[in-house]
């Protein structure tokens, strides 16, 4: 049985590599419902993303940690904006240089897939155009990049909480309008700081602040057209920094979400090796929090 050797030590990397929870990320038999187990990260960004420009934070690496971590599926998730889609200030790179990474290497137990993180400028328009869809395996969508005045947010509404609250709500419907391929597509880190990200007087408690001025039925209506068009919902929170009652608020859209019947994706956000340790405790950190199992989860891949 010469095929037993590599895949325990495949299983022993994995379980060096961090701690597995068994109770809460284990398959179960008998009809019961399966915890949700971590074994996909889709949004990683390498060496080629201008907010990572790390040159460890290569493919090779990348994948490496996707065996390590026992992944069944990984993506690349670099930022672009297509140069053929017009915008008043292109701020990413044209997909002329994402595809620098092509073609990936796949790993013994891991697939390793192409994508993108591909912004929203302040009108609602998307950087990337149908041609390249087409080429993307999967795509991420930062409805709350609120950080960059007069490219994402109007310089008008930069300072203002309330202000941000009404535009993240309309980013969200907006998008949720186009004719894009849906069931390839995520919603990048919903409820991160960076939709308070630049403001005057800047404190943790402004993106919690603005996460509360969109009330109960307004995420209910969004959740309900993500649900309905397939959309996944990502997981990537910096959990330690969230207890009690900010823990809560923190939680609100994801409950909402899971009520209407939304799936889920996991991503560590990764932009530098050492964020791959940290984003799998957040992962395993938000899968319990939420308490979900595998039908809670959002298989583009199969």
């Not at 149908?130 to 950080?147: C, G, S, T, Y």
């Not at 909402?256 to 939304?262: D, P």
Request: net charge negative; hydrophobic share 40%.
């Amino acid at each position: 049985m010469p095929h037993v050797v590599p895949v325990i030590a495949f299983l022993c990397a994995r379980e060096r590599f961090f701690v597995y929870n068994k109770d809460r990320n284990s398959s179960i038999l008998g009809g019961v419902a399966m915890k949700f187990v971590i074994d996909q990260d889709y949004h990683i960004h390498s060496k080629l993303s201008p907010c990572s420009n790390d040159p460890l934070q290569t493919v090779d690496a990348i994948l490496a940690y996707g065996e390590k971590a026992g992944m069944k599926d990984i993506v690349v998730t670099d930022h672009f904006w297509d140069k053929s889609v017009p915008t008043p200030k292109p701020f990413w790179s044209g997909f002329d240089l994402i595809e620098q990474n092509l073609p990936l290497p796949q790993g013994e137990h891991t697939r390793f897939h192409f994508g993108c993180e591909a912004d929203m400028d302040r009108f609602s328009v998307i950087g990337f155009n149908r041609k390249n869809a087409d080429r993307l395996e999967f795509i991420i969508v930062p409805i709350n990049h609120l950080h960059f005045n007069d490219y994402t947010i109007a310089p008008c509404d930069f300072d203002d909480l309330k202000r941000r609250a009404d535009c993240y709500v309309q980013r969200f419907w907006n998008f949720l309008q186009m004719d894009y391929p849906f069931r390839k597509m995520g919603i990048a880190h919903l409820t991160d700081g960076l939709v308070a990200g630049g403001m005057k007087n800047g404190t943790f408690e402004n993106h919690l602040a603005i996460l509360d001025m969109v009330s109960d039925d307004t995420f209910r209506i969004l959740f309900e057209q993500v649900s309905e068009r397939g959309l996944g919902v990502e997981l990537n929170v910096a959990t330690e920094r969230y207890e009690g009652a900010n823990r809560e608020r923190m939680l609100r859209p994801y409950r909402i979400a899971k009520a209407c019947g939304c799936k889920f994706y996991t991503g560590s956000d990764a932009h530098h090796p050492a964020g791959f340790e940290s984003g799998l405790r957040h992962m395993h950190d938000m899968v319990a929090w939420l308490d979900l199992d595998e039908e809670d989860k959002f298989k583009p891949f199969g």
